[in-house]
C-alpha cells in the first residue's frame, strides 16, 4: 500500500531495486582482475594453487584476507547524532 502521490507498490519496486543495486554492487567488488599472483601481495607468502584456481585473479592468502576482514567488522558503531536518544538530551 503505497501512501501519497506513490502508485501501489512504489515502495516494494524501489526496496527491489534498491536491494538489486547492492547486490550487482557488492559482485561487482569481489570480481578479481587479471592472473592470480603466486605470493601474497601483502605479506609475500606463497598461495596455494588450490585457492588460486578456485579464485582467479586472487592477490591475497588466506590469512591477509581473514586479517582485512575483521579489520572491516570492528570498524562498526553507532551513529549518535542521528539517534533520538542523543536529541533527547
Request: glycine residues 10%; positive net charge; contains cysteine.
Amino acid at each position: 500500500m503505497a501512501g501519497g502521490w506513490a502508485r501501489d507498490g512504489a515502495v516494494s519496486e524501489q526496496i527491489e531495486a534498491s536491494i538489486s543495486d547492492e547486490l550487482a554492487r557488492m559482485k561487482a567488488r569481489r570480481a578479481q582482475v587479471g592472473e592470480s599472483l603466486t605470493h601474497c601481495a601483502e605479506c609475500e607468502e606463497p598461495i596455494p594453487e588450490a585457492r588460486r584456481i578456485a579464485l582467479p585473479g586472487v592477490k591475497l592468502c588466506i590469512d591477509c584476507v581473514r586479517e582485512r576482514d575483521g579489520q572491516h567488522q570492528m570498524r562498526g558503531g553507532i551513529n549518535r547524532r542521528g539517534s533520538k536518544d542523543s536529541q533527547l538530551k
